[in-house]
């Protein structure tokens, strides 16, 4: 089955710092992945759209300068958390689906996440 | 604005119960709704229901959608501790690029 993983799966860092995650679709290919982040108790809200070849697109409200988002290849997202500030400490959870061309059978698919990072930022 | 309310938030149980979670939709262009079960860390999928009725079941899980009323309920019978964890409901949007809208979850723990 569909495979998403995402490294790390914890990092802490000094505020400041640039933290870099890592979100890879392990056996199937995807155009597009979503970047979730999650706080305590509450649900995954969805950040960015990361799109293979070109730019993000950002939710309202997400600073897309400080949160970088590269989709390089059809099975690579990264985001990365740049001037990183303990307000930013949350889990980041990335996901995808396996791209098909027919577009009916691709928004008919699951999306697969990975096991999320969880960020400290001191 | 689309919202996604799940009902309840919390809910404990004893080992053999049957539990209903409930999950209720407001949004514009619905295309799909997807249940999940998070335990520590990734979300994994239960659940897709796209048409009315139609009733999915997998084990002793099962769920419907009713497109009518805009709503949606997750059914676990005999329930299990490792049932334990937290339910999230979510719903895709047609003209989207495929991004999950998510309730808050229920959170179900069972006791043995």
């Known amino acids: 089955g569909a495979v998403v993983s995402q490294h790390p799966s914890r990092v802490i860092c000094k505020s400041g710092t640039s933290v870099k995650i890592e979100c890879r679709s392990l056996?199937?290919?995807?155009?597009?992945m979503f970047w979730y982040r999650q706080f305590p108790k509450q649900s995954l809200m969805l950040m960015a759209t990361?799109?293979?070849?070109?730019?993000?697109?950002?939710e309202q409200g997400v600073e897309k300068d400080k949160f970088l988002i590269n989709h390089a290849s059809l099975t690579l997202s990264t985001l990365t958390v740049t001037s990183a500030h303990p307000e930013d400490s949350s889990f980041y959870i990335c996901?995808?689906?396996?791209?098909?061309?027919?577009?009916?059978?691709?928004?008919?698919?699951?999306?697969?996440f990975g096991n999320g990072t969880r960020l400290t930022v001191t | 604005e689309d919202k996604v309310v799940q009902s309840p938030l919390s809910l404990v149980v004893h080992e053999g119960d049957t539990v209903t979670l409930n999950c209720s939709y407001e949004?514009?262009?619905?295309?799909?709704l997807l249940w999940y079960k998070q335990e520590k860390k990734a979300p994994t999928f239960l659940f897709m229901l796209t048409s009315s009725g139609i009733e999915k079941k997998s084990g002793r899980l099962s769920s419907i959608l009713d497109k009518k009323e805009l709503f949606s309920i997750l059914n676990i019978t005999a329930t299990q501790t490792g049932d334990s964890a937290v339910y999230l409901c979510?719903?895709?949007?047609?003209?989207?690029?495929?991004?999950?809208?998510f309730g808050k979850g229920t959170k179900l723990s069972v006791k043995p």
């Open positions: 949004v514009t262009n619905f295309r799909s």
């Open positions: 990361s799109n293979e070849g070109s730019k993000a697109t950002y």
């Open positions: 056996d199937f290919q995807a155009t597009t």
């Open positions: 996901s995808a689906r396996e791209h098909r061309s027919n577009v009916g059978s691709y928004y008919n698919s699951p999306l697969h």
């Open positions: 979510a719903v895709t949007l047609r003209g989207s690029q495929g991004n999950l809208i």
